[in-house]
């Protein structure tokens, strides 16, 4: 059996999202699926992992049901299966209804229609994005739709890095007037799988930026198109049991160890207890470092 991870999302509008969540829920234990799926009445978003054949049952499935039928998934290479069959990338799974489906803290702001989010950004294919840049060159901005900490291991190229723990921090970064310089300026959103993108451009737009466009996949998608030959520098932090994934053997490791400062694209979690933050450690170093924020606060 082969294991495999698949990544996706759909912004539709969704009547009766407890429903959704029951089918769901029903059709991954059926398949012998784990992950996470949140479902709200903007659409669902989710990273489920199993066999092979059996994701690929849960694809055809989905798409039966006609708000789905477009949605793009995206395969990732699996850390394996147990003696069980089951996925050693998620340790349960877990189908549940929120207001969002991916945590900025406004879903009044969200506008969503049968053809996706209202109002965002341009969507960019891999190689749209080079010839924008190839046309518009340094005028072209890179902004970071993830969390900071993501962009330690791996980042495009002069990339803006908001400082965001959270999604939810995203709204102050914006409000805060510290990027109304690039508001007539071609700004292009990226994130993992392409989903954060969805609604940080909208909120962009909505508060003044002129021409805002999104990475139509995400990373993954850019990844899988041009490897390490293109614009992107380094390891793609993932949620889930794999932690990193780098686009080929040649990849730049840019993140630094936050203790001996050796190039590094391993992640832990933060000594201090109290904080949330995972940071770059290497192997040598062991497994607890205060992450670089506790650390110039010290």
């Avoid at 520098?233 to 780098?246: I, P, Q, W």
Wanted: net charge negative.
């Amino acid at each position: 059996m082969l294991a495999k991870i698949l990544l996706f999302y759909s912004f539709t509008p969704i009547a009766d999202p407890d429903a959704i969540r029951l089918w769901q829920r029903d059709l991954c234990e059926l398949l012998g699926l784990r992950g996470r799926i949140l479902i709200s009445e903007h659409g669902i978003n989710g990273t489920v992992g199993g066999d092979m054949s059996a994701l690929k049952r849960y694809v055809r499935k989905t798409k039966q049901y006609a708000p789905f039928s477009t949605i793009d998934f995206k395969w990732a290479p699996g850390s394996g299966l147990d003696d069980d069959g089951q996925t050693l990338d998620f340790p349960r799974l877990s189908v549940k209804v929120r207001d969002e489906i991916v945590s900025f803290g406004a879903p009044e702001e969200l506008r969503v229609d049968e053809n996706g989010v209202v109002g965002g950004g341009v969507h960019l294919k891999p190689g749209e994005l080079h010839r924008l840049v190839a046309e518009r060159g340094d005028e072209v901005t890179f902004f970071d739709g993830r969390n900071d900490f993501e962009a330690e291991i791996g980042r495009f190229k002069n990339a803006v890095v908001p400082s965001t723990e959270t999604t939810r921090d995203f709204i102050d970064e914006l409000d805060s007037g510290r990027y109304d310089h690039l508001k007539d300026k071609p700004v292009v959103t990226y994130c993992t799988g392409g989903i954060r993108c969805e609604v940080l451009s909208s909120l962009m737009t909505s508060r003044g930026f002129q021409e805002v466009y999104q990475l139509d996949g995400g990373i993954v998608r850019y990844g899988e198109t041009f490897g390490n030959t293109g614009l992107w520098e380094g390891s793609l932090y993932v949620f889930d049991g794999r932690e990193t994934t780098r686009f080929g053997d040649d990849a730049t490791v840019i993140g630094r160890c936050g203790s001996c400062d050796a190039p590094s694209d391993r992640m832990v979690n933060c000594a201090d207890d109290a904080c949330r933050r995972r940071t770059v450690l290497c192997e040598d170093c062991g497994e607890r470092a205060i992450c670089r924020a506790h650390a110039a606060a010290a």
